[in-house]
């Protein structure tokens, strides 16, 4: 079962404007992550969170956790038509090992 | 470089005949995993390693397995493959749980 659930499915923006996604999962957690895959090649490990932070930045790319609704988000700023992908959130659980991912938002960026 | 390969990349074969997707990492990491990949349900993961020789379930389990002889090498197993076992799989490997570094896939045909 897929313990993370991003929100939307798709978004479509202009070049510049800032992009939201969203991301709910079900049980505790140890951190979360944030990935994006190009068109079916590999995921790329883009920012980490863990449970006992609230917020995170990496260039044009901010992160929050709110462990109490068990939400995150991923603001992407200034986006490019670069930024066009899936991004995916998955979770490290916090009472095993396994890592789940959600089934991602498609983000297009129009030139 | 640092990287996980996989092979092949492409494969397309029969139901019932057996076949092993190699993946190989150079980042000495300890936790290696596969998933799979499928239109609309994400990532979902099927075997993970913490270390040599320990090996545990994921997601998606049945009709695969595993072995982790050796830290680099963590091998994808299909038995007796099914046309349900059609997608697109994916090696990662990470020193944790933290950034995991993806293959570059494999996209797997059963017919």
């Known amino acids: 079962s897929q313990q993370g659930e991003e929100d939307p499915q798709a978004l479509s923006i202009q070049e510049g404007e800032n992009a939201t996604m969203n991301c709910s999962y079900k049980?505790?957690?140890?951190?979360l992550q944030w990935y994006r895959q190009n068109s079916g090649r590999g995921l790329v490990h883009l920012i980490l969170?863990?449970?006992?932070?609230r917020e995170k930045h990496s260039g044009r790319l901010r992160v929050t956790l709110d462990t109490s609704k068990k939400s995150s988000s991923l603001l992407i700023t200034a986006s490019r038509a670069a930024d066009t992908a899936s991004y995916f959130c998955?979770?490290?659980?916090?009472?095993?090992?396994?890592?789940?991912f959600g089934a991602g938002t498609r983000l297009t960026v129009k030139p | 470089e640092a990287q996980v390969t996989q092979n092949p990349r492409y494969l397309i074969t029969v139901t019932g005949k057996k076949l092993t997707v190699t993946c190989s990492q150079n980042?000495?990491?300890?936790?290696m995993s596969w998933y799979r990949q499928d239109p609309g349900l994400g990532l979902r993961q099927i075997y993970y390693?913490?270390?040599?020789?320990?090996?545990d379930k994921g997601d998606v389990p049945e009709g695969y397995k595993v072995s982790r002889k050796e830290k680099r090498n963590f091998p994808l197993i299909l038995e007796s493959p099914s046309p349900n076992q059609t997608s697109l799989y994916f090696c990662?490997?990470?020193?944790?749980?933290?950034?995991?570094?993806f293959g570059p896939g494999t996209r797997l045909t059963v017919l």
């Open positions: 049980t505790s957690i140890n951190n």
């Open positions: 969170i863990r449970s006992n932070e």
């Open positions: 998955a979770t490290a659980l916090y009472n095993n090992n396994d890592m789940r």
């Open positions: 980042m000495n990491h300890e936790y």
């Open positions: 390693s913490m270390n040599v020789e320990v090996t």
């Open positions: 990662a490997s990470s020193p944790g749980r933290d950034e995991q570094f």
